[in-house]
């Protein structure tokens, strides 16, 4: 997403800048004149090709590595649909000097973060953010696999990441509510063997035929240095990081010479249609069109045009199918821009009672308003604005997809890294004659393809065996290595000196009326994040209404005293701020985040939304009618079902947290508007809140603002929480029917620990351990090599009682006894013997070196500090939290393992196909069964 502002926006100072290039006013309205930061990088290339780009960032003593290949399902051959995703997982196998699991556990030890991979249709990225005295670690691990993967990869690995592979399909498209909607649109668009004609992922088939030749052949042809680049951002030194790079990508070969691609895409002469069944409760329409590819002439249009269309609550298909209709549960318009075209796609999903026809006729009304008279000049700006801001805060985190990730983005497309500045006058540039006239050109009927999603039964296609693991050991294959051995690199680098971890603290004021103001100035950005946070949640609802709280929350937004919901909405948007409201177990939470130049009026609207909301009648049935509609939605999401059913089991009936935010059908229906009032009214004190504040203001200038917008609150006495009784199931197994599902999605689950635990930080090691970490023991097991599931992870989640303890996956429905017996063995085990030393070092070490990451933007520093004041943690609590990590024995660790573990009181919850599934858990031995709905209840 790309924004624009209304007012101008200061010089940004930050060593990240080189200072801000001057905009020519294409546009009329003031935010053309805004000053556009520049990002100061370095690029190079060394001998061999490789493309290397450096930005120097001191704000915190993290680096990200970003490296992108650009190679995608774009260059795959016809029948290898998947190809570049599977080979995306073949890059985490081991090389010649990195076995299987090694990088992935010195890297979690090192404290890294957003480690990870992607695939996109253009390219395939490899990505850390790791301490800054890492860097050597993480360039080591890139370097070595763009080396030496093929000297040692064998069918063992290559069988391996196909179930992996073939897990994340059923997980992220099969299983997944309107997965195969969404690819049913692909097919359409595209032609068979065009490289977009699949989802990126590819097919059963396509994936479960890939040879170990073809990854050899893809390898050599694709990941080669001369086809890749390097983005290196954050807490370095230039000279010192260029003689790394130069030391561990030096000396790589250059591969092949890659022939420019030639693809032909046929345009769409005449509208196609596909109605496609899924298991979900509503239907869904989706349209797409062939467009202009990216950063080419009518991208940026349809850019706007989209957010224009379904870019949120100001959007034309918001308000029109939402708000004032009603016949719509969510709509949302996107340019998805790539190289060879890009699709501009709708999707609307009905609500409860409204069906698909009525949908597209509804959506083709406002497609035809906006191509017959455009958007207004005001649309135009609050399009501009929201995806301005929205641009200039994916750039205030250096890793995952923040800043490096963006500058890789603009190097393969443009070959220009410092594109930022030049993305956001493209889009200013656009008059709102200019998106008449691309719509005009781009969006006609006859061009574009739609998909109805109906309910009903999925058609996957045949099934494809999963083959039986080689009993014999494989052996790499037999061509000869790419680059010449380095002995050298057979050790990992040693770290270089500590740094200092100095995580930003905040300091504290209270207003008379006992609202508590919590400040972290940071002026690396002229941005600025605020939470006005309550220390109530859903604990406090009464128990015959589940989800009030979630409800009063929803609506602030829908209208105050004196402004509409639909006035909030426009006005948020005419500022480029981002507004959201939401409740938790334990808190209320309204928040804001804008550039600086917006951000009192922002606070303003927050002000406005917290004390003056007017519960109007017409918005109380609004949102009923969409929250009935999200809690159909959540019957069609198997893990949404399992975490409904883990509360319900857990609590009961009679505790508050015995239900999701959303509540029960019966209790939405039955809430009354007075009710919701009262909620109010007994919570939303200033003597029961903090606002929370981090960004570029000052503590001078957020006093005069706190006192302005909220000095008149008045305070008053809070009610008492609802007392609730625990009332835990007596099964051991519970199982949710979702006949013909392709996995089950599981939960382990127990009442764990809350959040002032004095076990808190030997739990989260043991947690890192056993579930938390990539390379944890139930991830390694049950992913890595037994090949059941894409993922599956443990959690605590701490609450002010205690809160549920989980192990979660998805796997593959034969294999879910087998799945769940390896996760009592591994609890188990947990339990029985003490952590090795070299396992309880990495899991502690993770949990306090990656704590900077936490504190990389100005959202997550606000919500770090916000939890301080939700828990009584004191202000100094992130200050302590390293040494209280680092502390941690492996006596101490074995102990909260059999306090809080306790494999006979684990319930195992499953959603999927109870024929298939049944049998399987029966061999466990472990009963009673009990039978529940998608609701939750007991059958």
């Not at 989800?547 to 639909?566: C, D, K, M, N, V």
């Not at 009192?600 to 009648?617: C, G, K, M, S, T």
């Amino acid at each position: 997403m790309k924004p624009c502002t209304l007012l101008a926006v200061p010089a940004l100072l930050l060593s990240l800048y080189g200072g801000v290039a001057p905009v020519p006013a294409f546009a009329a309205d003031a935010a053309a004149m805004t000053p556009v930061p520049r990002i100061a990088f370095e690029k190079y290339t060394l001998p061999n090709g490789l493309e290397v780009i450096l930005v120097e960032d001191h704000k915190l003593p993290v680096t990200a590595v970003n490296l992108w290949y650009h190679v995608g399902p774009a260059n795959e051959e016809p029948g290898l649909t998947g190809f570049a995703h599977l080979f995306e997982h073949m890059m985490f196998a081991g090389t010649k000097h990195m076995p299987r699991g090694l990088a992935d556990q010195l890297l979690e030890g090192a404290g890294a973060t957003d480690s990870n991979g992607s695939t996109d249709f253009d390219r395939t990225n490899y990505y850390d953010t790791a301490p800054s005295n890492q860097l050597e670690l993480a360039l080591w691990t890139h370097s070595d696999r763009m080396g030496y993967l093929l000297d040692v990869l064998d069918q063992t690995a290559l069988s391996n990441q196909q179930d992996v592979v073939r897990n994340e399909r059923r997980q992220s498209v099969e299983n997944r509510p309107y997965g195969i909607v969404e690819e049913g649109l692909y097919h359409l668009l595209f032609p068979k063997g065009h490289p977009y004609y699949a989802s990126v992922i590819g097919s059963h088939a396509d994936i479960q035929a890939a040879k170990l030749a073809d990854i050899r052949q893809f390898f050599t042809r694709y990941y080669g240095p001369n086809n890749a680049s390097l983005v290196i951002a954050g807490d370095i030194d230039k000279a010192k990081t260029k003689a790394m790079v130069a030391k561990y990508f030096g000396s790589f070969k250059r591969g092949p010479a890659l022939p420019k691609l030639d693809v032909a895409t046929p345009p769409i002469r005449a509208e196609r249609r596909a109605v496609v069944a899924d298991r979900v409760e509503l239907p869904r329409v989706m349209m797409g069109w062939l467009t202009p590819p990216a950063y080419q002439a009518g991208d940026a249009e349809l850019s706007l045009a989209a957010h224009i269309l379904g870019g949120g609550k100001a959007s034309r298909l918001y308000k029109t199918l939402v708000y004032d209709k009603q016949i719509a549960q969510d709509v949302g318009a996107a340019q998805s821009s790539n190289a060879l075209t890009s699709m501009f796609i709708v999707d609307v999903t009905a609500r409860p009672g409204h069906d698909a026809a009525e949908i597209e006729a509804a959506i083709d009304a406002e497609l035809q308003a906006l191509r017959a008279d455009g958007p207004t000049q005001k649309e135009l700006e609050r399009a501009r604005n929201t995806l301005e801001t929205a641009m200039l805060s994916q750039i205030e985190k250096v890793g995952g997809a923040g800043l490096a990730n963006q500058l890789n983005h603009y190097n393969q497309y443009l070959g220009d890294p410092g594109y930022l500045g030049r993305d956001i006058e493209r889009l200013r540039r656009v008059g709102v004659a200019d998106i008449r006239r691309v719509l005009a050109a781009q969006l006609q009927n006859t061009a574009r393809a739609v998909v109805h999603g109906v309910p009903g039964t999925p058609d996957l296609g045949p099934e494809v065996a999963t083959p039986a693991p080689a009993t014999a050991k494989a052996k790499a294959g037999q061509t000869g290595p790419v680059n010449r051995d380095e002995p050298w690199r057979m050790r990992a680098p040693k770290a270089g000196p500590q740094p200092s971890i100095a995580l930003p603290q905040g300091a504290a004021f209270t207003l008379p009326n006992g609202l508590t103001v919590l400040h972290n100035f940071n002026p690396a950005l002229p941005m600025v994040s605020a939470q006005l946070v309550l220390k109530t949640g859903s604990e406090a609802n009464p128990l015959a209404r589940p989800g009030l709280s979630s409800f009063t929350a929803q609506l602030l937004e829908e209208g105050t005293t004196t402004r509409s919901a639909p006035q909030i909405a426009d006005d948020i948007a005419q500022l480029g701020a981002f507004l959201d409201t939401s409740s938790t177990a334990d808190a209320s939470v309204a928040q804001v985040f804008a550039l600086k130049a917006h951000f009192a009026p922002a606070l303003d609207l927050l002000a406005d939304i917290v004390q003056r909301p007017a519960f109007p009648d017409p918005e109380v049935e609004r949102q009923r009618a969409s929250r009935l509609g999200a809690l159909a939605q959540e019957r069609e999401n198997a893990a949404a079902v399992a975490a409904r059913v883990e509360a319900a089991a857990l609590y009961g009936a009679g505790h508050p947290y015995g239900y999701g935010q959303l509540g029960t059908e019966a209790a939405l229906k039955a809430t009354s508007r007075a009710e919701l009032q009262q909620f109010w009214r007994q919570h939303y004190l200033p003597n029961n809140a903090a606002l929370v504040v981090s960004g570029d203001i000052t503590r001078a200038e957020l006093e005069a603002l706190a006192q302005a917008k909220f000095g008149a609150w008045r305070r008053g006495d809070v009610a008492p929480a609802t007392a609730g009784t625990v009332d835990t199931s007596k099964a051991r197994v519970i199982l949710v029917d979702k006949a013909g599902a392709p996995q089950t999605a599981l939960r382990l689950s127990l009442i764990g620990a809350d959040r002032k635990t004095p076990d808190f930080a030997p739990l989260q090691v043991l947690n890192a351990a056993l579930g938390g970490l990539f390379t944890s023991r139930l991830n390694t097991k049950l992913r890595e090599e037994k090949g059941y599931t894409y993922g599956v992870r443990s959690q605590f989640q701490y609450r002010r009682a205690p809160g549920p303890f989980s192990i979660a996956a998805s796997v593959r429905t034969d294999a879910t006894g087998p799945a769940v017996a390896e996760m009592f063995k591994e609890v188990r085990d947990m339990i029985a013997r003490p952590m090795k030393p070299k396992e309880l070092g990495n899991a502690r070490n993770s949990q306090v070196l990656s704590l900077p990451g936490q504190f990389e933007t100005n959202q997550g520093i606000a919500a770090s500090m916000a939890n301080t004041y939700v828990y009584d943690l004191g202000l100094d609590y992130y200050a302590k939290l390293p040494r209280r990590f680092a502390g941690v024995t492996g006596a101490q660790v074995q102990a909260a393992a059999r306090k809080y573990l306790r494999p006979e009181k684990l319930i195992v919850i499953g959603v999927g196909d109870k024929a298939t599934v049944e049998p399987q858990l029966d061999k466990l031995k472990l009963a009673p069964v009990e039978y529940r709905d998608a609701d939750g209840n007991v059958r």
